[in-house]
């Protein structure tokens, strides 16, 4: 009865280490699946390790690409050249105010300039008047010299203000030519996308030609530095 007894003890016991062990098993399983559920859902969506992601650093259209998929580039090398719009620099904007200056210049010279050949018309013909006075004594000679002075001054005021005419369209044709020039060299400014990290281009995806905006990825390398 005693052994039955202590059997029966024993076996109860062996019962109940077993039946505690199996909730300690259960609980570290499925730790163990919550950790690696995490894990998973912790690297979806992040870049393998080593591969570097060169984007846009401004909109505007590739001119040149200066590498190929698969090939080795170091750090600080160009890979793609961008062209971009820039805005008109102070010193078009001057070019602009002198030629503005100029045509001002022009056409107060060209207004002066009619009353000045009205002078010279009206002192030409005040001493073609006198002149044959003069010559028949009903007029001194003194009355002629004073007309033909006026005269005189009258076309020199006229030469002047041709020359100013002048030297203003000069000027503005001048002004014109520089603005034009300046205008086709500032339109748009290269922008060089270089290498970040030395490594090899596995992925190219500018074009030349193509329009792209800031932030668009161009290239993905693999970093050498893995």
């Known amino acids: 009865m005693t052994a039955r007894i202590m059997m029966s003890s024993s076996g109860s016991k062996t019962f109940l280490n077993s039946a505690g062990r199996a909730?300690?098993?259960?609980?570290?399983?499925?730790?163990?699946?919550?950790?690696?559920?995490?894990?998973?859902?912790?690297?979806?969506?992040?870049?393998?390790?080593?591969?570097?992601?060169?984007?846009?650093?401004?909109?505007?259209?590739?001119?040149?690409?200066?590498?190929?998929?698969?090939?080795?580039?170091?750090?600080?090398?160009?890979?793609?050249?961008?062209?971009?719009?820039a805005g008109a620099p102070a010193a078009q904007q001057d070019r602009g105010d002198e030629g503005a200056s100029a045509r001002a210049a022009l056409e107060a010279a060209r207004r002066e300039m009619s009353e000045a050949e009205a002078e010279v018309?009206?002192?030409?013909?005040?001493?073609?008047?006198?002149?044959?006075?003069?010559?028949?004594?009903?007029?001194?000679?003194s009355q002629l010299d004073a007309a033909r002075a006026q005269y005189q001054q009258a076309q020199e005021r006229l030469d002047r203000l041709r020359n100013t005419a002048q030297s203003?369209?000069?000027?503005?044709?001048?002004?014109?030519?520089?603005?034009?020039?300046?205008?086709?060299?500032?339109?748009?400014?290269i922008?060089?996308?270089?290498?970040?990290?030395?490594?090899?281009?596995?992925?190219?995806?500018?074009?030349v030609g193509q329009q792209i905006t800031e932030g668009q990825p161009l290239a993905t390398?693999?970093?050498?530095r893995q």
């Open 23 to 85: 909730p300690i098993f259960f609980i570290l399983s499925l730790l163990a699946l919550l950790s690696g559920a995490s894990c998973r859902a912790s690297d979806k969506g992040a870049p393998p390790s080593g591969l570097v992601v060169v984007n846009a650093p401004a909109s505007g259209e590739v001119r040149r690409v200066l590498v190929n998929e698969g090939s080795p580039v170091n750090e600080g090398a160009v890979l793609v050249e961008i062209a971009v719009e």
């Open 121 to 141: 018309n009206r002192a030409a013909v005040e001493a073609q008047r006198i002149e044959p006075l003069v010559q028949s004594g009903a007029a001194p000679q």
């Open 221 to 224: 390398l693999s970093s050498a």
């Open 168 to 189: 203003a369209q000069n000027q503005i044709v001048s002004s014109e030519g520089r603005r034009l020039a300046a205008g086709s060299a500032t339109a748009e400014k």
């Open 191 to 207: 922008v060089e996308v270089r290498v970040p990290v030395s490594g090899t281009v596995r992925v190219l995806r500018a074009r």
